[in-house]
């Protein structure tokens, strides 16, 4: 009998020590399944609220200020017995400064000079298309920046363009 009770101890302790392992293997894994969630929070999630607190504290970009250039009507140049085609553009001059406004007004003359010179040279070929308005935003805005020297101009804006 002792034979026998012997056997059932060592039955029940081989049938225990696989439960016992069980639940050091499920420990394990919900120990590493804390830690991860606790990595991914830190590496990821961390960062957002901290972004948001950054942005809250810029200010918020100045609109943008804007130069009004009186309206410009030119003759295009076309071949010989061609009728004459006429370019009408109303054109704003974007700033990013209001202090900028008031320091290119008195160079407007100089501006309106600088784009009727460089406009009657055009085609209507020239400005077919998205391509060729494109060309001439840039064209223009180069110019403008050389004409009001040392302030800049941002872009170039068409109110109207009428081709005739």
Known sequence: MADNEQAEGAT???????????????????????????????????????EGHAEAKEPPPKPASYVEVPDLLVNLIGLPGERVQYLKVKIVLEVKEEKQVEAIKPSLPRVTDIFQTYMRELRPSDLNGSAGMFRLKEDLTRRVNAAVAPNQVSAVLFKEVVIQ
């Open 12 to 50: 029940e302790a081989a049938a225990s020590a696989p439960k016992g392992k069980l639940k050091l293997i499920i420990a394990v894994v919900a120990v590493l399944a804390i830690a991860g969630g606790g990595a991914t929070w830190f590496f990821f999630m961390r960062h957002h609220g901290e």
